[in-house]
């Protein structure tokens, strides 16, 4: 059976000796975020996470979302399970104090959310789009709309939606066709369909707040001409209360491959009453920010559903029985070795452990980014954290997805045959883990962002802050014997990501499509060696550890691990160096007709 | 929605241009297998596969089996479905005219299973496991069990199943718990559990029969004290009709992530009436050749979800309208271009495409290799052929279906966030092609046989056999210049295979984790150079085709996809010469207890 225990140790690790969360305390606003009431905080909502979200994970995958006329219902256990997660105040943890939030760092929102997923993906969407609403209408709507919906999103009485793809349209936000109608209120009246609305409709919440991309009749074709919407399910009352019923409503739910337990909506707009969020035709750089942020969660996604397999495996390598050690029986008083005994089960727990552990690492060093970004008050300081943020968030998104999905299968290759059993609940990892690959932008579309948008932005400068970064940090350990096996593969990567940039600049301007040839493998590249940064970065926290009397298994499996990585996984960028470099040619030699 | 066409034209360019299957007609008692009736053949399985298989697909998964109280019935449907295909005498195809076969080739075989799988793998089991009973009594059962039984496997009207693995045995054969006591008439009495039993029971056919290991009360330990009964469902009569119920029932059937249409049952034997097959303590060796050729029809397997993948994929990049071309419109007079003008969705298509059609090269030869392995006149060709079988049968089976894993996702990757949603068919692939990494010996056993046993068979002169073919072809074909691209790259491969058995001659003797450690690897690294060598002969093929003016789109899209290989693929090979000499101290460093 698939197994899960939040690891506690493994994020205050990361927070106190990798980085340095105390620093958190000293941004504006976030005086009271110490790192023992953030430890004091992850403890609590690792005990959530453990006891009533992940008990209900099989089951909800089992049971799903069922819809009858216009109405749906989550699985069984979802209700109460929602009520203790508003109680808790975990709807709330990073909102503004003004509307109830108890205004924690991103930080810890960002190992929050890691914890949650790996419990419970499904369960996590209804409050993750619902802080994704929050968000946007935090940052782009009127006093009035903030007024009247936060406290409700951030109590949890309400939740939220992003409703963005219709049936034509989904990386193509131009082909956008709901309509919006000024009228003479001041409101607008609302007509479309959108697909793949994720928690559209359910029954956790008395009212849901939906953000909806739609044009005006007169507005400009194609993205320039999309404005943002808040529509609600049921409209508020003067007073904050539920009123009449709006003109949108839920058609149908999706029969999906996983998140079987989330519910993913059509929804019809008919005439529906909203308001518009920040300006007129303005709605797609209003909606860009939030996906901005969408995609970090998601790469969190990714992160936890690595997790909760490499639990489960490394329980089920420990004990099932089957085989004998290469070298000799090593549980020679029982029928066969568990099967960790064996190198290429090894190979599979050690390549989800040494992703886990870095990727842990690195994304909540982005989360540290964030809080910098938007709290410091050097403006030195926030623009040189905010371009490290933007040249990793295609990158955590694409690499840590694509690695969740890796760490689930290899979870069900570990079980054999009876990962393939759904009550084992490793295949569900499978399953709900590949969505992830696909939303908020298809990891293509997130390897076209890093060459197309990220990489040649103010010139290639924030490409630059982050290979400064890695390469500032190689200079500084260079010559440190202890430190060898680590900084030399990671400066060899280094030099190779500089190489294929240099490759993209002599070729991309000439043609388009090289970098789109180059993108995937590119991010890929790039991603790895964040991770051997990251890597680099424990050990020496990790030697740190050690030299002043620490846990000794703790740091030395750290630094085990972070070798493996070196050894097995970052020689992956060799491989990378060749492809992205065998341009365009070998994938548009074809015309359309030949596949 | 997923589509299939049975790739009809690849088929019959591999089998009469890039191999020469002319030559199976040369062959005694393959004398009718004149490429004309191979093809004639190979176009009547297409129809069944294109109009009754395929059509059935997506409701056998939606439906699933039912059971009920020891009963369980197949998707609609499929009764009238396995109807057609043993009136068409798809049961009989390469079975022995002794027994109403029609005694075509293996090669023939193999082509068959392809399309099966493509159109519908549920379905396919069925069939596929009455042909490995079938072979199983032909070889090792005594002559009134073949007359009584083999004639009702190959005309369909029974079937067959193999029951080896129990709850505490799966890839430990050795801890086989399920007795056989002998009886006064010469027939055993046999008692346990068999769990995950494909075909386990049904409704397709009036019988069902079991091959079942299991050792006898005085029987040695471990897999020399296993032995081979056939135990039917239901006690044939001596003339062949359905007579008394005999003690095996299924207990239940699995909830699984795929197949579903396919039925998974836990067998409960309760003194079952059974008889021996082959010697007594002789089972493994037995269930070894049988499981030999169910390897390879598991590779087939990934193949044939592979091809779908990829034709569902180019269908859905061809019609999908999203987002422009990177060098400007191709579509200018519709809203936006067809994705495949992407050329990162262009490099999900040429990953497939460059997949399935050298994989089916692959196999179709070793197809060859098995019928001159049976029947050539000439020992020391039948020996050849029967080494290079034994060392690409690991390779076969586990590339092939980590291939199929991948093709099928990338086919949902194609499809964006509608390759989630489970009407459009890609995801069933997915979650379809999940076992074949599984069963029959996980992957990871695939390469613990090519490395422990395989590498070392004679000496090391199967593995020379293979690489010394691949070095004959590099050798010929290295003057001529229009081959250069391609004979380079597969002689640097073939240099890293020689390499890596190098570090392990030198290194896993003395720690017997060293070739554990390597194995996944290595077999990766030489599954890429075979299919370095399949495309170089196809490019061989396909310039010979464009010298004689053949149709020349066809050739010159073998000759681009080829290249693609070379240059995207193939250097994978790269980091593998790099992980495999990693060592095994990377991976065996850590604790159990550490992780």
New interface residues.
């Given amino acids: 059976m698939a197994v899960y225990k939040a690891p506690l140790k493994d994020i205050q690790f990361v927070l106190t000796e990798v980085l340095d969360v105390s620093s958190l305390a000293k941004l504006p606003g976030y005086e009271d975020a110490t790192p023992d009431t953030i430890q004091a905080i992850l403890e609590e909502a690792a005990k959530l996470c453990e006891n009533v979200l992940f008990p209900l994970n099989r089951s909800g995958d089992e049971e799903g979302c069922t819809y009858e006329n216009g109405v749906v219902h989550t699985p069984k256990g979802f209700k109460e399970a929602y009520r203790q997660f508003c109680e808790g105040g975990w709807t709330a943890t990073t909102n503004d104090p003004a509307y109830g939030g108890q205004g924690l760092p991103a930080t810890v929102g960002f190992a929050i959310t890691e914890m949650i997923t790996a419990a419970n993906q499904s369960f996590g969407m209804y409050p993750g789009l619902s802080h994704g609403a929050y968000e946007a209408l935090a940052q782009h709507g009127s006093d009035e709309l903030k007024k009247l919906y936060l406290p409700k999103l951030t109590d949890g009485t309400w939740s939220g939606t992003m409703c963005l793809?219709e049936p034509?349209?989904?990386?193509?936000l131009g082909?956008i066709r709901t309509r919006a109608e000024p009228q003479a209120d001041g409101s607008y009246s609302i007509s479309g369909t959108k697909i793949?609305i994720s928690a559209g409709e359910h029954d956790l919440t008395e009212n849901i707040i939906h953000l909806v991309l739609a044009r005006l009749p007169d507005a400009p074709g194609g993205t320039k001409g999309i404005s943002l919407f808040l529509v609600p399910k049921f409209l508020p009352t003067a007073d904050g209360k539920v009123g009449e019923r709006n003109g949108i409503r839920c058609g149908a739910i999706?029969?999906?491959?996983?998140i079987k337990a989330s519910s993913t909506c059509v929804m019809n707009l008919d005439g529906a009453k909203g308001w518009l969020v920040g300006e007129l035709n303005k709605g797609m750089p209003a909606m860009f920010v939030m996906m901005n942020a969408a995609r970090l969660g998601v790469g969190m996604q990714g992160l936890g559903i690595a997790e909760c397999a490499y639990q489960s495996a490394?329980a089920y390598?420990?004990d099932r029985?089957?085989?004998r050690?290469?070298?000799g029986p090593k549980n020679a008083g029982g029928?066969?070795d568990?099967i960790?005994?064996?190198?290429?089960?090894?190979?599979?727990?050690?390549t989800q452990?040494s992703f886990t552990e870095a990727a842990r690492a690195l994304a909540l060093w982005v989360g540290m980014l964030i809080d910098e970004a938007h709290r410091h008050p050097d403006a030195k300081k926030r623009e040189a954290a905010d371009d490290l943020i933007q040249m990793l968030t295609p990158i955590i998104k694409a690499y840590f997805t694509d690695m969740g999905?890796e760490c689930a299968?290899l979870a069900?290759?570990t079980y054999?045959?009876?990962?393939?059993?759904?009550?084992n609940g490793v295949?569900q990892l499978?399953?709900d883990a590949?969505?992830t690959?696909?939303?908020e932008g298809?990891?293509?579309i997130q390897?076209?962002d890093l060459v197309g948008r990220k990489l040649p932005m103010k010139g290639g400068a924030a490409a630059q802050r982050l290979l400064g970064e890695i390469a500032g940090f190689v200079g500084a350990h260079k010559g440190d014997e202890k430190m060898k096996e680590f900084v030399e593969p990671l400066e060899k990567a280094l030099g190779r990501v500089q190489d294929a940039a240099l490759f993209l600049m002599q070729n991309a301007m000439k043609?388009?499509?090289e970098?789109?040839?180059a993108?995937?493998d590119l991010l890929r590249l790039m991603a790895l060696t964040a991770m051997a940064y990251m890597w680099n970065r424990i050990v020496v926290a990790a030697n740190k550890g050690l030299a002043t009397g620490g846990d000794k298994?703790f740091y030395?499996?750290k630094i085990?691990?972070g070798?493996?990585f070196m050894?097995?996984i970052l020689?992956?960028?060799?491989?990378l160096n060749?492809?992205i470099k065998?341009?365009?040619a070998?994938?548009?030699?074809?015309?359309?007709e030949?596949?």
């Fill in positions: 793809t034509q349209c989904g990386t193509d082909l793949f999706e029969h999906k491959m996983g490394v390598a420990r029985l089957q085989g050690s290469l070298t029928p066969a568990p960790i005994v064996h190198p290429d089960v090894r190979r599979m727990l050690m452990k999905s299968n069900v290759q054999g045959g009876h990962g393939f059993i759904r009550e295949e499978v399953r590949r969505i690959q696909l939303y298809t990891n293509g390897a076209l043609n388009h499509d970098a789109g040839a993108a995937s298994a030395e499996a085990a691990t070798r493996f050894a097995r020689p992956q960028t060799t491989s060749h492809t065998a341009g365009a070998t994938l548009m030699a074809l015309p359309a030949a596949f």
